[in-house]
Structure formats: structure tokens, C-alpha cells
């Protein structure tokens, strides 16, 4: 059944979003746990750094930027990883997942490309810079490096918690039934997901035929039979080898981001911040693909770690000068609502999301396993030209329906 001609492909659907509703259903009550125990140590800290008779603006700084973007990643990624990570072990485990490559194989040899490319894909849910790595196992040089450059189509785990705000706020916050609210925020982001994999077959095919032209090697591959999975390999290795080492990088390259956030946001240029002013200077292009400048400089700051995005929006919207959480999916939709956000921002945010630039992280792990500048400013540039043109002609439909109907 799972290999077969007419239920090979319904199956794995049905497998992503099973594992989305269970990620996205189990995170939710952990995530505000964590967020409310960190969230509290932050005035005992504050009022402990201003007790030495440090600057001001230095507690501020170290609280508020440094301190709260460690507790937002944290608390955000933490559950979620908890979750997926060993949800995708257990399937690797099982023996699933060859069996999903040998699935996709033939979309993938009409790409000219390499049937393992759907391995590393599989990877890049938890995180890009983990499939990447996982390019290794492509032998061909030139099937490896059109997999390292379409990774980052894939959503990793730190774009999860934007996708999955957003289409609960525009999508599906009328379905009032919890059970059915999650089940259809999973279908949404399911969704979202496989415009993702079709932008990644589409850009693997063009690199192809031009950058990197040739034929798709050999793909040889024996399904090995299913077995009982073993509950200590898949916790020590969805929980060490993968949550803690991609929560660590994560939080390593965000701290420093949330430092500079805080900066931004509170160094004044005549009446305004140096954030509303790089926010007004990018709203032209923002507006030109359906979204606005604070989210394009939410995007830009949040590029250490996707986690981060939404926070640094939300404190751009509100000019609370320090990265600020939301106490409900209800607060969080009439502030964006107020700001002008429309059916048109929601979904192009998620696109976005979905398609721009890797984050840091990736991009250095495209550096180290590439050990080329091109290959790493491609990229950089490809996703982020396909994600401002798939956004573009989004707008340009949304504005031809309005006006037709």
C-alpha cells in the first residue's frame, strides 16, 4: 500500500499532516509552560543587574534583548523539536522513509536530479542546516549541489511557529472547535508545504538545464524491511543529536540578533527609532510584494533565527522597544489587523516565510560544506528573487480579483 501506484502518494500526505496535527496539537500547552517559567525569571534579573549599579541601558539591553530573545527561541523551538524530531526518527526507525524516497524518485530523475534529494528534504522539516549536512549522502557532485541550493524550500522548524500563528489567525480562526481548528491549521500548513516541495522540483529541474546541467545519476536503492523501532536509539538520537544540537546553534546566532534588535529599537534619529526609519525606507518595496517594511525588516533581523520573525514584528508594531510575546492568537490577529493586514498580508507572509533567504546558520553550513562564496550567494539569491516573484504575482491576482469582482 505505502509503495503502490495509487495510494503511495495520499498515504504520505496523510503521514505529513498526522505528524503536523500531533506537533502542532502537543506543542501548544509545553511552549506556554516554558514561555510563562522563562518569561518569569525576567524582572528578578532585571532588578539583580540594576542592584550592581550597571548602566541602564545596559540591564535593559541584557533583559530585553539578550535574555528575552534566548527565552522566546527557546520556549518556541524547544516543544516543537521535542515532538517532531522524534515523531521523524521513529519513521526513519520503522523504515518509512526509504520507502518515501523510492516514492518520489520518479519526480525526481524528471528533474535530473538525484532520488536521496528527497532524504535530505525529509531532513530539512526539522532543520535546513541539518539537510544540508545531509547532502553527503548524494555521491554525484552535481545532484548534491542542487540539493544544498532547494533545501531551504523546505519549512524547517523555526518557520513552523509562523505559518502555523498565521493560518490560524486568517484561516482557520472561525472553526471554534479545537480539535477541528488543529486538524485544519495541519491541512493549511500540509498546504503550504507541498507549494514548497513543487517550487523546490520546479528550481532542482531549471538548475538543471542551465547552472548545473546533466543527467541523474543511478539511484540504486534496496528498501530494507520494517522493523520494530528501538525507543532508546530514537531518544537519544531525536533528542540529543538533533533538538539539543539544532536548539544550541539556534539560540547561539539568535542572542546576538536580539541585542541588535533592541538597539535598533531604542537609538533615536530626530522623532523617530532607527527601526521605524529602516521600516519606512523598505515599506515601498514591501507594499510592491503584498506585505509592508516592518515585516520585510522583521524578515531581515529575524534572519539569525526564523524563530525570532514574529516577536521583532510584533515589537515594530507595537514600539515597545524589546522583543514582546502575545498573550493570545486573538491579541496577535487584531494588532496585525490594525496595521492594515489583509487575507492578501497573511498569505503572502507565509509564502514568504516559506521561500526567502536561509538563515544564517544554513548559510554557513552552505559555506562550510560547499567551501565556495558562489554557491553560497546563490543560496542566498535564488530563494529570496523566487520569493519576492511568487509574492509579487500573488499581489498582482489578489488586485485583479478586487477589481473584477
Request: one cysteine or more.
Amino acid at each position: 500500500i505505502i509503495t503502490s501506484k495509487y495510494f503511495a502518494i495520499p498515504s504520505m500526505l496523510i503521514m505529513l499532516a498526522l505528524v503536523l496535527w500531533i506537533t502542532i496539537s502537543g506543542a501548544n500547552y509545553p511552549s506556554q509552560i516554558l514561555s510563562n517559567i522563562l518569561f518569569s525569571v525576567e524582572p528578578g534579573m532585571y532588578d539583580f543587574l540594576v542592584g550592581l549599579n550597571l548602566p541602564i541601558w545596559i540591564c535593559e539591553m541584557l533583559v530585553f534583548g539578550l535574555y528575552k530573545t534566548f527565552a522566546w527561541v527557546v520556549s518556541v523551538m524547544l516543544p516543537p523539536m521535542a515532538i517532531f524530531f522524534p515523531l521523524f526518527t521513529f519513521l526513519e526507525d520503522l523504515g518509512y522513509l526509504p520507502r518515501v524516497a523510492f516514492n518520489l524518485d520518479h519526480l525526481f530523475k524528471k528533474c535530473k536530479t538525484h532520488g536521496k534529494q528527497c532524504l535530505t528534504m525529509c531532513m530539512g522539516f526539522g532543520c535546513n542546516a541539518c539537510g544540508v549536512i545531509g547532502c553527503r549522502i548524494i555521491d554525484s557532485p552535481r545532484e548534491r549541489l542542487i540539493a544544498i541550493l532547494t533545501n531551504t524550500f523546505v519549512p524547517c522548524n523555526g518557520r513552523f511557529p509562523t505559518l502555523i500563528a498565521i493560518s490560524t489567525i486568517f484561516f482557520t480562526a472561525a472553526i471554534k472547535n479545537p480539535f477541528l481548528s488543529n486538524v485544519s491549521t495541519a491541512i493549511c500548513v500540509t498546504l503550504i508545504i507541498l507549494v514548497g516541495i513543487g517550487i523546490s522540483l520546479l528550481v532542482s529541474y531549471l538548475l538543471s538545464k542551465t547552472l548545473l546541467k546533466g543527467e541523474s545519476s543511478t539511484f540504486t536503492l534496496e528498501l530494507p524491511p520494517y522493523r520494530v523501532p528501538q525507543i532508546g536509539r530514537i531518544i537519544y538520537t531525536s533528542l540529543i543529536d538533533r533538538t539539543l544540537f539544532v536548539l544550541s546553534r539556534a539560540v547561539v546566532v539568535a542572542i546576538p540578533a536580539g541585542v541588535i534588535t533592541w538597539l535598533l529599537a531604542n537609538i533615536t534619529i530626530g522623532d523617530m527609532t532607527i527601526l521605524n526609519h529602516i521600516a519606512l525606507f523598505l515599506d515601498p518595496i514591501g507594499k510592491f510584494i503584498g506585505l509592508d517594511g516592518f515585516i520585510l525588516l522583521a524578515f531581515i533581523l529575524g534572519m539569525p533565527a526564523n524563530e525570532i520573525v514574529i516577536p521583532i514584528l510584533i515589537m515594530s508594531y507595537m514600539a515597545t522597544g524589546s522583543m514582546t510575546d502575545y498573550s493570545s492568537l486573538s491579541e496577535l490577529g487584531a494588532l496585525l489587523t490594525s496595521h492594515g493586514w489583509t487575507y492578501l498580508t497573511a498569505l503572502n507572509l507565509m509564502i514568504f516565510s516559506l521561500l526567502h533567504w536561509p538563515c544564517t546558520t544554513t548559510l554557513l553550513t552552505i559555506k562550510k560544506e560547499t567551501d565556495s562564496l558562489k554557491w553560497t550567494a546563490l543560496g542566498f539569491i535564488i530563494p529570496t528573487c523566487i520569493a519576492f516573484i511568487v509574492c509579487f504575482c500573488t499581489r498582482i491576482l489578489y488586485d485583479f480579483l478586487m477589481f473584477v469582482f
